[in-house]
């Protein structure tokens, strides 16, 4: 199997808080694993701890058999950047620029020249049925169309691994039901492996892989 990223032994403390308690993980390329959970067990946590944007306290998390641990600063920003996407509950996107801007970000943060990031991320867009608004500043939009965007942005650099911490959680079911059906479409088609953050069942039933997680424990179901 082609693991991506590993985790082993991952402790998160937060100064007395055991946040994430001695987690072992691993992804494949092109896995879809789904994290599932109560409200404060930790999936946040070990959400960053996995993406390299917090260190654990105890523990390696490995990306392509090389650890976070051992890079320089500048590198893991790099690897970050250009390797990993994020998806958030409410998009996160820089509401003064427009859905084209904000979803050709990542490539040009790679050094990819305005127009062609635009070509590249328009195509995206049109294949989330965002070709019309590709001008529209992002604060214009509903919460189904930002989130789309969002799903661009994470996607189009098209990245090794991507992180969505209940991506659709602002979402109505009809319309999260539906940019969750493109955001993992459009991932498995390009082979990126996904952690997603879901208190949804529904959710979790179209991964590969699903964990839970209670306490800062996190536990891999297996199918019976
Ligand atoms: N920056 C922080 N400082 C101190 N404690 C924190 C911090 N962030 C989270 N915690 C605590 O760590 C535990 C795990 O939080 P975390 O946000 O990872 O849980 P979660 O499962 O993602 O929750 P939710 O589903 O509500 O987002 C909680 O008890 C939380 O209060």
Redesign the pocket.
Same mark, same amino acid.
């Given at each position: 199997m082609d693991t991506v990223l590993r985790a082993e032994g991952v402790d998160l403390f937060? *100064?007395e808080?055991h946040?994430v308690r001695k987690a072992d993980f691993s992804l494949a390329r092109g896995e879809v694993a789904a994290i599932m959970?109560s409200?404060?067990? *930790?999936?946040?946590?070990?959400l960053y701890c996995l993406a390299g944007v917090l260190p654990p306290t105890n523990g390696t998390v490995s990306f392509e058999g090389v650890p976070f641990s051992t890079l320089p600063d500048e590198e893991l920003s790099a690897l970050r950047r250009e390797r990993i996407g994020f998806v958030f509950q409410y998009g996160e996107l820089l509401s003064e620029l427009t859905v084209e801007e904000n979803a050709a970000l990542p490539l040009r943060l790679a050094g990819i020249d305005k127009d062609r990031a635009h070509v590249i991320a328009a195509q995206v867009l049109r294949r989330l049925g965002l070709g019309e608004l590709l001008r529209r500043r992002t604060s214009k939009l509903s919460g189904g169309q930002a989130q789309r965007v969002a799903v661009a942005r994470a996607l189009v650099h098209r990245p090794d691994v991507v992180f969505a911490d209940e991506p659709t959680g602002a979402l109505d079911s009809t319309n999260a039901a539906q940019v969750l059906d493109e955001f993992l479409q459009l991932a498995r088609g390009q082979r990126t492996a996904v952690v997603i953050?879901t208190h949804d069942a529904d959710v979790a039933a179209r991964a590969d892989s699903q964990y839970t997680?209670s306490d800062g424990v996190l536990a891999q179901r297996v199918a019976v």
């Open positions: 937060y *100064g808080q946040a959970g409200s404060g067990s *930790g999936k946040s946590s070990l953050v997680m």
